[in-house]
């Protein structure tokens, strides 16, 4: 009698590569989402600290050069007129950025290729090259118009001093990261919604409606020594301020309408004439 021995082939079992249940995202979908998100919020903290930087560094070099004068950091040994046509080539750039950067059309061109909520950040950045490139290459006059002394010296400190405060009094009624236009990264960043600009009517807000450009132009206008290249300074930056805050004035109509018409009634636009603050 024979046997006869079943043989049982022995087959190696195909790797098990996780499936992803329907309806819920797989492992491999979830590594990457995380990989995403983590690249994202990368990105979003080295635009909050270049914006930091040089947004933060050339607005603080910036008021500097505006309390101590020129720097003197490049001196390219010109003689007074083209020293003087660099300096207004510095300030046009300067204004230029600025303008362009604000309006809404050169936003959205922009957001074609960088998320919105970057943008406000690049704006900073940007500015505050600028910023930097005019303080490093401006070239001092060897003319001097005015110089006062004794209590005239001390009178024009006093205002850059009351110029300081109202920037810092008006940062606060702001929030600094509004101040800088980074509220959108770090909404994103903590996972909230960003919420509409509301019209900010605390602080100076209730004496002038432009706060940040009166403390500018008190600044600009409270350096004792009046030479000749920072009267060209001055007088250029005087213009601009004034233009801008009247192209300011048309936007912020556009987006809030009868109220900031109405908040245009009752608080002047630079100078604080009323006696009694907007309630």
């Known amino acids: 009698m024979t046997s006869s021995v079943k043989r049982t ?3 190696d079992k195909p790797h098990m590569v996780p499936q992803p249940v329907r309806g819920q995202p797989g492992l491999l979908q979830v590594d990457a989402t995380e990989g995403t998100v983590r690249r994202i919020n990368t990105v979003a903290y080295v635009m909050l600290v270049l914006a930091g930087l040089f947004g933060g560094g050339g607005l603080l070099a910036f008021m500097l050069f505006l309390l101590t004068g020129p720097f003197e950091l490049v001196n390219l040994g010109l003689d007074e007129t083209p020293a003087l046509l660099l300096n207004t080539f510095l300030c046009l750039a300067f204004f230029i950025q600025h303008s ?3 309006r809404k059309p050169y936003r959205q061109q922009v957001a074609r290729f960088l998320p919105e909520k970057y943008y406000g950040a690049l704006y900073a950045i940007t500015s505050g090259v600028f910023a930097l490139a005019l303080v490093v290459f401006w070239q001092e006059s060897a003319y001097t118009l005015i110089a006062p002394q004794g ?4 009178f024009f400190r006093a205002v850059f001093v009351l110029s300081i405060a109202g920037v810092a009094w008006t940062i606060w009624a702001l929030g600094f990261f509004i101040n800088f236009r980074l509220r959108p990264i770090i909404d994103d960043l903590h996972g909230t919604e960003p919420q509409p600009m509301p019209l900010i009517v605390r602080g100076p807000y209730r004496w002038v409606r432009h706060p940040l450009y009166l403390s500018a132009l008190l600044m600009i206008w ?3 020594d009046l030479t000749l290249d920072r009267l060209l300074l001055n007088l250029l930056f005087t213009v601009w ?3 801008a805050t009247l192209l300011e004035e048309r936007d912020l109509v556009a987006v809030y309408g009868e109220e900031y018409r109405s908040y245009q009634r009752k608080v002047p636009m630079l100078i604080p004439w009323r006696v009694r603050p907007c309630q």
């Open 9 to 11: 082939e022995r087959r």
């Open 241 to 243: 301020v004034i233009v």
């Open 222 to 224: 409270s350096y004792p």
């Open 151 to 154: 209590l005239a010296h001390l």
């Open 100 to 102: 362009i950067m604000a």
